[in-house]
């Protein structure tokens, strides 16, 4: 199969509310819509990367760049038997794993399409229910971020993680853990730390997180190997993980004991699949992050965790919790008992509402095979 055309949408989604983390305040989601088309048969990747440069290096303008002067093109120029070649053809390419993501993600899809089966089949996974957990931004007060936590426990989600930084950390997770003694609650710092105020979160050992994910630097595994030493509580990373060979440094030195996967982080899903292979050699559990993505991202992530190996809930949430108006028909949803339906229908699953996502587009280039 060769592809015949790409196309790049830019999409512009308000969220229903801020998004605060120590990295700033979110208030709409502003993304890349990879299409990749071949014998009539069209598949769809979301892109991760943002508009600014604030959680990894990526934006929206490097992808689209990277994209156009160099993805597309070796894009272009392969006969793909199976989506797996994609990964390599690719890796000529340093970084820019969320451009690499979403490019690939779209030529999986695609060949789900033309194949008629779910995502999953492709992937390896399996059909069924997946567990949702939350990832709750930074509240004004920490009365105010316990009435969030009680509105998505009392909305069926099994697992929940807040947002912390320097100085909104004890005091947050002792009223979290006053009102819920036994609900599974991590953290999320977002790189807020340095081992010099490692002190603060040692102080979180004693309410049974059951982790703190990226502590320290985006960039960092030693120190987060030092630190890992001072903690009980398992340290789980998130930016510090951009590929396989990263996260195997990374559990080879004990930097952390869960790692958090997002297919854009790490290249896309061959690059998933080959961390979760990694983490799975080391015994260390995996969960599948989010991004604030659209249905779209957020059904590709569904498919993606139901590989063996995803062993913890995800941040995986429902559509409706982020935005008024989804991509897809039917939203995400989670059921009461905090579960999501894997969908049986051919690639994400759910019907795209292009009326939508045309509304939604600020800007749009097309590439098509010399
Ligand atoms: O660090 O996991 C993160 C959102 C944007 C950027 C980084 C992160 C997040 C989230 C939200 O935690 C997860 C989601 O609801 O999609
Ligand atoms: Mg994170």
């Known amino acids: 199969m060769r592809l015949e055309q790409v196309e790049v949408r830019r999409i512009e989604m308000p969220l229903k509310a801020p998004f605060e983390t120590s990295i700033g305040r979110t208030t709409t989601k502003q993304f890349l819509l990879v299409s990749v088309s071949a014998d009539g048969v069209t598949g769809h990747g979301e892109c991760v990367a943002d508009a600014d440069p604030f959680y990894l290096p990526e934006t929206n303008v490097t992808a689209l760049h990277v994209l156009r002067d160099f993805l597309v093109p070796m ?16 890796s000529r390419v340093r970084g820019h794993e969320m451009a690499k993501a979403a490019l690939e993600m779209a030529v999986w899809e695609l060949v789900a399409r033309r194949e008629g089966v779910p995502l999953y ?85 004693g309410f049974s997180l059951t982790m703190i994910e990226q502590p320290l630097a985006w960039d960092d595994i030693v120190d987060h190997a030092a630190l890992q030493r001072l903690l009980k509580t398992p340290i789980c990373l998130d930016e510090s ?14 930097a952390c004991r869960i790692v958090n996967i997002k297919v854009g982080r790490v290249g896309g899903f061959a ?16 969960w599948c992050g989010g991004m604030l993505e659209s249905g779209i991202g957020r059904l590709a992530n569904v498919h993606l965790q139901t590989l063996p190996g995803f062993t913890l809930p995800g941040d995986t949430s429902a559509s409706a919790r982020i935005y008024d108006e989804d991509l897809v028909d039917p939203p995400v949803t989670v059921s009461p008992q905090g579960t999501i339906t894997v969908p049986e229908g051919p690639g994400v699953g759910h019907q ?15 590439w098509r095979r010399p």
């Not at 993980?241 to 004990?254: G, Y």
């Not at 080959?274 to 050699?281: G, H």
């Not at 795209?352 to 097309?366: D, K, M, N, Q, Y």
């Open 271 to 286: 690059g998933a699949i080959a961390v979760l292979d990694v983490c799975r050699a080391h015994g260390a559990p995996v």
């Open 75 to 90: 894009a272009f120029a392969l006969d793909i038997a199976h989506p797996r070649q994609v990964r390599p053809a690719l």
């Open 121 to 205: 089949r492709l992937l390896g996974g399996r059909g069924g229910t997946v567990e949702a957990g939350v990832s709750i931004g930074l509240k004004a007060t920490d009365e105010a971020m316990v009435e969030h936590v009680a509105a998505e426990v009392e909305g069926g989600y099994r697992r929940v993680k807040v947002k912390i930084k320097p100085g909104r950390d004890r005091g947050l997770v002792a009223a979290i853990r006053q009102r819920f003694p036994r609900l599974a609650l991590m953290v999320d710092a977002n790189s807020a730390y340095t081992l010099a105020t490692a002190e603060r979160l040692r102080a979180l050992d």
């Open 241 to 254: 993980i951009p590929s396989p060979e990263n996260a195997r440094r990374a559990l080879e030195i004990k």
């Open 352 to 366: 795209i509402l292009w009326p939508r996502v045309e509304r939604a587009t600020s800007f749009r280039e097309i």
